[in-house]
C-alpha cells in the first residue's frame, strides 16, 4: 500500500511564498510522474505542475512562478509557490505514479489534500 502525506499549506498574503512537500511510503520499487494538482471551490481539479527524471511542465498560470523538483532517495516532491496570487488560493494534491512490489504494474496514487489560501 502506497500512502502519501502532503505538508506546507497554509494562509499566506499576495506576492508570498510557500512550499508543499509530498512524501510518499510503501513498498515502492520505482517512481515514474510525480505532480501538483489544485481544485479550487465550484471548480475542476487543474494540473499545476508535473515532473518525470527528465523533465517538468506547468501550467501557464503559474510559469515563473512556481518550481517543482523531486527528491528520488527521499520519494518526495516539492512545489515551491513565490508570488502567489489570490486566485492560486485551493486544495493542492499531490499525485505520482508508482510501481509497487504488490501490483507489479504502475499506477496513480493521490494525497489527501492540503489547502493553500492566498489573501489580497
Known amino acids: 500500500q502506497v500512502q502519501l502525506v502532503e505538508s506546507g499549506g497554509g494562509l499566506v498574503q499576495a506576492g508570498g511564498s510557500l512550499r508543499l512537500s509530498c512524501a510518499a511510503s510503501?513498498?515502492?520499487?520505482?517512481?515514474?510522474?510525480m505532480g501538483w494538482y489544485r481544485q479550487a471551490p465550484g471548480k475542476q481539479r487543474e494540473l499545476v505542475a508535473a515532473?518525470?527524471?527528465?523533465?517538468?511542465n506547468y501550467a501557464d498560470s503559474v510559469k515563473g512562478r512556481f518550481t517543482i523538483s523531486r527528491d528520488n532517495a527521499k520519494n518526495t516532491v516539492y512545489l515551491q509557490m513565490n508570488s502567489l496570487k489570490p486566485e492560486d488560493t485551493a486544495v493542492y494534491y499531490c499525485?505520482?505514479?508508482?510501481?509497487?512490489?504488490?501490483?507489479?504494474?504502475?499506477?496513480?496514487?493521490w494525497g489527501q489534500g492540503t489547502q493553500v489560501t492566498v489573501s489580497s
Open positions: 510503501g513498498n515502492i520499487l520505482s517512481l515514474a510522474t
Open positions: 499525485t505520482i505514479r508508482a510501481l509497487t512490489s504488490a501490483r507489479g504494474t504502475y499506477l496513480d496514487y
Open positions: 515532473v518525470t527524471s527528465s523533465r517538468s
